[in-house]
């Protein structure tokens, strides 16, 4: 439930209302807009006397929210949420793109990439340190050796840092050298882990998980703003599909839907959701027509040889271009680039 008040409500008029919820035992929630305040209400409504509420001061009318989300939905908070990671703002008239390696594989490559990927006009490196992988003989990650090189190329290039995590130990890691954590696809569900997420302090970008729906997903960002972390961004990288002729299928109309439905910004991967370099580029531009506030793109020095997710990786070369090519779209969806 939301408590819409009248344009330029009186503070102590929404302190009243305020109170009163509170002392009906619920929680509330302020989304205070340039005219009008938004009371949000988180809780067991069976407790509130509903009815006393229109005769409030200042209030205009109570809404009813039936979706099972509330901190992160739209009616709560309808003015766009900007997270801030590193010295960058995503959700801002910045177009934010992170780029870098699938898997951190060493200092030398990770520095490489880093570099590169700022010279093209990446402002955030996305290199992972704790790698889900299908079999359990693939290529695991370097962990804490992986961060701590994260850490260094951030020094050195000034670029805002994230790796994903996957369990309590590594979101300990992380804290003390990434600049925002990542949660994948497979455990976009792993409600244990959302809610160690949420109480990290750092910023989380959220994958929507492989069959998740919109708003399982947004439940699962429920979970860690619940903990007292608003700052999340939502990561769609694919969904499976009957579609076998790319490895997942990008749900771009989810950027649309989820600009209708949540006040949290979106990353678009074409990386993950394709799984082939060639089409990376298009898929990215779409991205960028259908209103998202980021990228996050797989670069590799040498892809054939890397240790994941090879082929759907960008050579230096392709980053590039992509990058020229991406500026007049960003133009026209009015952003900047990097
Ligand atoms: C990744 O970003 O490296 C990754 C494993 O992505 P996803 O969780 O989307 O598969
Ligand atoms: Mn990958």
């Known amino acids: 439930m939301i408590i ?3 344009p330029g409500a009186a503070s102590q008029s929404i302190d009243a209302v305020v109170s009163f919820v509170k002392n009906s035992g619920l929680q509330t929630h302020l989304s205070q ?3 009008v305040t938004i009371i949000g209400i988180v809780g067991d409504k069976s407790k509130l006397p509903t009815d006393n509420l229109v005769s409030f001061k200042d209030v205009d009318r109570v809404v009813a929210v039936t979706e099972s989300y509330k901190l992160a939905n739209k009616k709560f908070h ?7 990671a590193g010295n960058t703002i995503i959700g801002s008239d910045t177009m934010t793109i992170m ?6 594989e060493s200092e030398e490559q990770l520095m490489l990439i880093a570099q590169a990927v700022k010279k093209a006009g990446a402002t955030f490196l996305r290199g992972g340190a704790y790698k889900p992988r299908t079999s359990p003989y693939s290529f695991q990650g370097l962990e804490t050796e992986g961060l701590r090189y994260m850490q260094q190329a951030a020094k050195e290039t000034g670029l805002a840092t994230i790796c994903e995590v996957v369990s309590q130990e590594a979101i300990e890691s992380a804290v003390k050298y990434v600049d925002m954590i990542q949660i994948g696809a497979r455990n ?3 409600f244990i882990l959302l809610k160690e997420a949420g109480r990290s302090g750092l910023p989380v970008l959220l994958k929507r998980g492989l069959c998740a729906t919109i708003d399982e997903w947004l439940n699962a960002a429920e979970y860690i703003i619940a903990e007292g972390n608003p700052n999340v961004v939502l990561c769609e990288r694919g969904i499976r599909t009957f579609e076998t002729a790319t490895r997942n299928t990008l749900d771009l109309s989810a950027v649309p839907v989820l600009k209708e439905k949540t006040h949290l910004p979106i990353i678009v991967d074409p990386s993950h959701s394709t799984g082939a370099y060639k089409y990376v580029s298009p898929m990215a531009k779409a991205a960028v027509a259908a209103g998202t506030d980021g990228l996050m793109i797989e670069v590799h020095d040498n892809p054939s040889c890397a240790l994941s997710d090879g082929p759907q990786s960008l050579t230096f070369e392709k980053f590039h271009k992509l990058m020229d090519e991406l500026a007049p779209f960003c133009e026209l969806a009015g952003r900047r680039l990097g």
């Open 188 to 190: 976009m569900q792993n």
């Open 33 to 35: 807009g340039e005219e």
């Open 4 to 6: 819409v008040m009248k």
């Open 99 to 104: 780029a870098g390696p699938c898997a951190v």
């Open 78 to 84: 309808p003015e766009a949420t900007t997270v801030k």
